[in-house]
């Protein structure tokens, strides 16, 4: 595993973000827009199945807020790889990093898996099972969004 950070360092991009305030800025620009436009409409759909604007259909929500929260995934994942290869070695040995990542990889594997199993709308699926899912990817984001701010404050 090292010598594949090690190579991911040693790219052309990662040499430039090293050397690049202005690139670096842009991509860790695009990382924090990614989260918010992830995080903020996760949070909302997860509110909204634990009990807020019931007024308002599930499907509504569905339709808006899980394209935005899908392309701020990718664009998170997308702008986080290219930070990391900038020094993927040292944050590899990072807890706070590798809980992340693990966060993030179960949040994202849980929304899969509910959907697929019962559609964008989540009809069919019971009140407990939406609650607790929706808890657990509170839960997972949230923790992902803290974890990433602590390695800036490991040495």
Known sequence: MESLFIAMESTAIAEYLRISRWGYAAVNTA????????????????LHILGLWRNIPRIILARVL??????GLVLAVTAGSLLFS???LEYSGIVFFQIKILLVVLGTLSALQLHRTYGLSLEGATEPRLKLHAILSTLCWLGALVCGRLIAFVE
């Open 86 to 88: 900038v020094r993927a």
């Open 66 to 71: 899980l394209p935005v929260a899908t392309t």
């Open 31 to 46: 990382h924090i827009l990614g989260i918010a436009l992830l995080v903020g409409p996760i949070l909302s759909f997860n």
